[in-house]
């Protein structure tokens, strides 16, 4: 169900970008068979993915099948004088191994097999797939979205006392060396969810099937319902409403693309070294080239799932996803990417999600109801406070920011206790081992 309805949003989303005279996130993706990709390493990390159906042996021919592909397109390219300045070099062979997997399914595999490599194939699109949709989804917030709410939403923060202004001086005075580690974090947010998908998946070839809740359901459900949220509360960042959108980017990025400088739009250069003015908030016009894309922090929202999903991991893979979400929240805040309170929106949307996740997974019953009802209602109620009080919460900031702390917390705490409650459930009773019989003592 969850695939037929990301294919469907695909499909709409390419109607809708035909409509702005853009190519959509199908046609970037089919492009990508012959031109440089924009990202190799995700399309290596699809092909990871897809490659958990596959046998070891199987799995050593896609590498070095995608390898020797890409060796040719090299080849191709520097004979052809062809510059890759707007893509990667590599990448290419990926995608071909992962359709000719598909081809292998349709012409050589039969039944549980050929369903099996099938959903091996669509797990590596739809990773590929998010990245070309996120782009042109955030193409059409900018075209569609002329106000911003960034006022209310820069309002509201005081009450958590502005933290993307505190971080965003802090990841300043870091330098580069600070500024770059956070900048490949916050980049290769994808291939870290890969990582902890193939420790979740790594069974697959073995047991000839897919678990039934892992990382990817999540990552793709997040990817289809929280960009409606950003057509509902658009928002394009401190960074763009309040500084030029080129504080870091020109001085310090060894990765980053440059961005387009927002400064005449701005309510002033305010970012990071001076915090906003509590005044009346209203709805301010925005160009229209940046994304509204940031209530919910979904940047956030990712890194809560890798965070939840490698729990159950060995101790490498649950430091690992501790710190790419504390990594992800100082990114986020630091760049002036996000206000404090699209985070605590992001937790909590991404909380409701697994837990609607894991309740259609095992069935529904009060408790998974109770939660996803409750987690529910505490992201509307965040979303209408910050709209529609958001100058009471900066005038009393001692008891707007600890409800806004505790309402996160009671959904945290809430989706932890009911879900360890549901392992208690699950969990396979222990038989004590018989024991001998005594045997009569012979006189």
């Given at each position: 169900m969850v695939v037929v309805a990301a294919l469907g949003f695909l499909v709409a989303l390419e109607l809708a970008a035909r409509r702005?005279?853009?190519?959509?996130?199908?046609a970037l993706q089919v492009r990508e068979v012959?031109?440089?990709?924009?990202?190799?390493?995700?399309?290596?990390?699809?092909?990871a993915l897809t490659m958990v159906v596959l046998t070891w042996r199987e799995r050593f021919i896609a590498v070095g099948t995608a390898i020797g592909v890409d060796v040719a397109f090299l080849a191709v390219r520097w004979a052809a004088d062809a510059r890759t300045t707007d893509g990667h070099p590599f990448g290419n062979g990926a995608l071909w191994v992962i359709l000719g997997c598909a081809v292998v399914a349709v012409t050589r595999r039969t039944g549980r097999e050929r369903v099996l490599l099938l959903k091996g194939v669509g797990l590596g699109l739809l990773l590929v797939a998010g990245r070309k949709t996120g782009d042109t989804?955030?193409?059409?917030t900018s075209k569609t979205r002329p106000a911003v709410l960034d006022q209310y939403v820069a309002t509201a923060d005081h009450a958590l006392g502005n933290p993307s202004w505190l971080v965003g001086r802090i990841v300043t005075a870091t330098g580069p060396i600070g500024f770059n580690v956070l900048d490949f974090v916050y980049g290769q947010l994808a291939v870290a969810a890969v990582v902890v998908a193939l420790y979740q998946l790594r069974d697959v070839a073995v047991e000839r099937r897919f678990p039934r809740h892992h990382l990817v359901r999540t990552f793709l459900v997040i990817g289809l319902l929280g960009p409606a949220f950003y057509m509902i509360f658009p928002v394009v960042g401190p960074i763009f409403a309040y500084g030029t959108g080129t504080e870091h980017w020109s001085a310090v990025s060894l990765w980053a693309p440059a961005m387009p400088p927002s400064e005449p739009w701005a309510v002033a250069d305010l970012w990071p070294q001076t915090l906003p003015p509590i005044s009346t908030p209203h709805p301010m016009p925005f160009d229209e080239i940046t994304p509204r894309n940031c209530m919910p922090s979904l940047h956030t929202a990712w890194a809560t799932a890798i965070f939840i999903h490698s729990r159950k991991g060995p101790r490498l893979l649950r430091h690992a996803g501790t710190f790419w979400l504390i990594a992800t929240l100082c990114a986020t805040l630091g760049f002036g990417y996000h206000y404090?309170?699209?985070?605590?929106?992001?937790?909590v949307f991404t909380l409701t999600i697994e837990a609607a996740l894991r309740s259609?997974?095992?069935?529904?019953?009060?408790?998974?109801?109770?939660?996803?009802?409750?987690?529910?209602?505490?992201?509307?109620?965040?979303?209408?406070?910050?709209r529609w009080l958001p100058l009471r919460m900066a005038e009393y900031p001692w008891v707007s920011g600890p409800l806004l702390l505790l309402a996160m917390t009671s959904v945290v705490h809430g989706y932890a206790r009911t879900t360890a409650l549901w392992s208690r459930r699950t969990a396979p009773a222990r038989h004590p081992e018989p024991q001998p019989r005594p045997q009569p003592e012979l006189i």
């Open positions: 702005y005279g853009v190519p959509g996130p199908v012959i031109s440089a990709p924009k990202s190799g390493g995700l399309l290596y990390a699809a092909m989804w955030l193409l059409i404090g309170v699209d985070l605590i929106a992001g937790v259609l997974d095992r069935g529904w019953d009060r408790s998974g109801i109770r939660l996803v009802v409750y987690g529910a209602s505490v992201f509307a109620a965040l979303l209408v406070s910050y």
